[in-house]
């Protein structure tokens, strides 16, 4: 175990946070307040002066990441406010906690193989960012082209790898950690922060928001163990109510605890992927929808504040909505392309609309009156919505122009799809049904303080959602759509909290995957990298506001508060339903946790505990890892060709090798993974696995012509490939000389030297 590694990855995160400190202190208003957001400010700066630092030939990797740093501590220094190191504690405790915890999951299961997830991906991703020094990076699975997928994230990570000087393969892990322990200990400030404000408890508000983000899970774990408890027949006629396939209801009614499977939970709708953060953690892919959450709660954060900053301070709110969160939702864009209209429209919209201040000083810099009559204030209403809309569609534009090279480049587009199928009651329910039970209590709750008139139209629209969703057969409308409709009729009372419109941001996202889907390629009615990506935006929207809700309802107040308190039964029904919440969405983390450290991969079992990513190459593919660490010591990119068409599989034997010495060293293949047809297009992608096979099989004169048009410098040769091509010619070119390594045998071009 590296453990003098996980010292200094730890050591550094917590100075990289405390250099950030003072100017985190000036922007939300004290240390304590501050003291969640320092690394997501520090990943903001270091992803965005990284990434347009990097767009400069030549200044990518060590040198951007020093500039940046220094950069960070000088505006810090020069901007930020006192700062109280015993005010930070809470948060740092947090991400300490955190990190140590998935440095534990990945010790004993450290490895980025393909199979089950994207780690492939993703390790190769943050090898070929490291293997360049200008911005974008080549695409390690479309040799000769610019990568075509959002990066940002793994920007971060190779940045910090460099400033560290630590071995990827370790860093992939490390990296990983900390991502987790910064958004826990983000989610634990931003909560921290709006309960202190209500005066409510900040610490309880706090760990119950880490919790829902970094530990809880749907529903279909405890739904597994109530089928287990009751008679088959009911456990059939449970499963049945719940929608599932005839074959996941006989599943169903012969579960038992000793068959539990981490993966099943991130399967409940049809078509679609239902992913939490712990499993995402458990399964260890450095994903984008999991490196952009300390990055969406940051704007979360900024957009709290300045919902509480006094109309009067134009100055600090033009600087908080139109100066801070646009470069940082721009980021997100390119951390998580599927993240940017949350961070840069939806979030800013809804705080605009929303927050006490109007939205329409920001732009004359006047502070309307509220005015008194009725017909007066609808007029207002729709100004404050016309402004709102207006000035979010300016923080998007400017988004987009702070990252521009991105969106030139980079950015891959997708046909919009409408109308996609349906969700179901009970796949709402197994996904949401947490949630939405702390949602629905505290809408009751507030509810009591709307006016009649208010009242009214909360119910009857509820009713009309209701309607409606029964009669076009979509549940959401009637399940999840009055948490919009009501949330923002509280919202316009003084009776609601900031939890409330996290609560309304994530319904709507809820809503909006029903009728609305990014089309792919390959399977162009899918709706499943929708549901997953937006979805994982719900969940981070959702876990501060179920901590905040739950924290009022239980009437969890701070040390001498004096606030508005639930009754005494209010209170006692609000704590019980806190536990059997915790309860509930605990089920999965106490069972999944246990049995992966148990079931130790194969690279714990013959190594020990380690956190190196690649370990396992040396056991489950010895004759080829010789080969592999050959073209991983090659400098630059190279352009290098392996068997093709390839993906999740790596079995030699089935001619399916997963393009392992390009994903595991970001040296370029011509023809890699097949997610190159979304990326590109499926006959361009096509095009190149035929030439692959030319390359190795072809006529010398054709195999001479593909080399020199791809500019091939090296032919790999290995199980996969001779069990693929069957009898492999490139060997009589007299441009080529013979490298031995392990059971591979790699052919260096070496015409054109």
């Known amino acids: 175990m590296e453990y003098g590694l996980v010292l200094v990855w730890g050591f550094a995160y917590l100075v990289l946070g405390a250099i950030a400190l003072p100017l985190a202190a000036r922007l939300f208003g004290s240390t304590a307040r501050g003291a969640g957001f320092t690394l997501p400010l520090v990943f903001a700066a270091l992803g965005l002066g990284g990434f347009l630092l990097g767009t400069i030939p030549g200044l990518f990797g060590l040198p951007a990441a020093v500039v940046v740093v220094a950069g960070l501590a000088a505006a810090s220094y020069r901007f930020g406010a006192e700062v109280d190191l015993r005010a930070a504690a809470g948060p740092a405790v947090v991400f300490l906690l955190g990190f140590a915890f998935v440095v534990l999951l990945r010790a004993f299961d450290p490895g980025v193989a393909p199979l089950g997830g994207e780690k492939f991906l993703d ?48 860093a992939y892990n490390l990296a990983l950690a900390g991502f987790y322990g910064t958004a826990v200990s983000t989610v634990y400030g931003l909560a921290a ?19 829902f983000l970094g530990i809880a899970s749907n529903l279909y774990t405890a739904t597994q163990f109530v089928g287990w408890l009751l008679p088959d027949g009911l456990a059939r006629t449970l499963a049945t109510g719940l929608g599932l396939g005839s074959q996941a209801v006989s599943e169903f009614v012969a579960w038992s605890p000793g068959d539990f499977y981490y993966w099943s939970a991130s399967r409940l709708i049809d078509g679609a992927i239902t992913e939490f953060p712990l499993f995402a953690y458990l399964n260890g892919d450095l994903h984008a929808h999991m490196m952009d959450v300390p990055l969406l709660l940051l704007v979360a954060g900024l957009l709290y504040a300045y919902w509480r900053t006094p109309a009067e301070e134009l100055r600090r709110r033009r600087l908080l909505g139109l100066g801070l ?48 009559e009725t017909d007066a204030r609808l007029r207002a209403e729709g100004v404050r919505f016309g402004a709102a ?29 409408f109308l996609p199928d349906r969700t179901g009651v009970g796949e709402l329910l197994l996904v949401h049904g947490g949630f939405l ?22 119910v009857a629209g509820t009713l009309v959602l209701v309607a409606v969703g029964v009669a076009v057969g979509a549940p959401a409308l009637a399940l999840v759509a009055p948490l919009v409709l009501g949330g ?58 179920a901590g905040l809700a739950l924290v009022r309802l239980a009437g969890l107040v701070r040390e001498r508060a004096s606030v508005p308190t639930p009754g005494r039964r209010t209170a006692i029904a609000g704590r019980v ?31 020990g505990p380690t956190l190196d990513a690649t370990a396992f190459v040396e056991i489950r593919h010895a004759e080829e890892a010789p080969a592999i660490e050959y073209i991983s010591r090659l400098e630059g990119q190279p352009t290098i060709v392996t068997a093709a068409p390839a993906g999740y599989r790596w079995n030699p034997s089935d001619g399916n090798g997963a393009s392992a010495p390009a994903s595991l060293t970001g040296v370029p293949t011509v023809a890699g993974w097949y997610h190159e047809r979304q990326y590109r297009s499926p006959e361009a992608y096509e095009q190149r696995v035929t030439d692959v096979l030319d390359i190795y099989t ?56």
């Open 577 to 607: 339903l806190l536990v059997v919440l915790v309860v509930t969405t605990g089920l999965y983390g106490a069972l999944a946790v246990p049995s992966h450290l148990d079931a130790a991969s194969p690279t714990a079992n013959e190594c």
């Open 437 to 458: 039970a702390a949602f629905v209590a505290y809408y009751l709750t507030r509810g009591r303080d709307l006016d009649s008139r208010r009242s009214r139209a909360a």
């Open 698 to 753: 072809g006529e010398p004169a054709t195999q001479q012509r593909l080399i020199e048009q791809y500019d091939v410098r090296y032919i790999y040769v290995g199980p996969t490939e001779r069990a693929k091509y069957g009898d492999i010619t490139v060997s009589a070119l007299d441009s080529v000389e013979q490298i031995e390594r392990g059971d591979v045998t790699i052919y260096r071009v070496t015409s054109g030297e």
């Open 325 to 372: 969160v646009p470069p940082i939702a721009g980021y997100i864009g390119v951390v998580n392309t599927w993240s940017l209209p949350t961070a840069a429209l939806g979030l800013p919209f809804l705080v605009y609309a929303l927050a006490p201040a109007a939205p329409r000083s920001l732009l004359t810099g006047a502070v309307p009156e509220q005015p008194a």
């Open 488 to 545: 923002w009729l509280l919202l316009r009372t003084e009776s609601a909290g900031y939890e409330t419109l996290l609560v309304v941001a994530g319904a709507g996202i809820v809503v909006l995957v029903e009728f609305v889907y990014i089309a792919e390629p390959q399977s162009p009615d899918s709706r499943l990298n929708t549901v997953f990506k937006l979805y994982a935006q719900v969940w981070a929207l959702w876990a501060p506001a």
């Open 123 to 170: 390790f190769g991703l943050l090898r070929s960012l490291l293997r360049t020094d200008t911005l974008p990076p080549e695409d390690m699975w479309f040799a000769n082209e610019l990568i075509q997928y959002y990066y940002g994230g793994h920007v971060i990570a190779a940045l910090l790898t460099e400033l560290l000087s630590t071995a990827p393969r370790y």
């Open 389 to 417: 809309l207006l000035l979010a569609g300016a923080t998007t534009l400017l988004a987009l122009a702070w990252t521009a090279p991105f969106w030139l480049g980079s950015a891959s587009s997708r046909p919009i799809g």
């Open 193 to 211: 922060m709006v309960a202190d404000d209500a005066g409510y408890s900040p610490v309880a508000a706090g760990a119950l928001s880490a919790f």
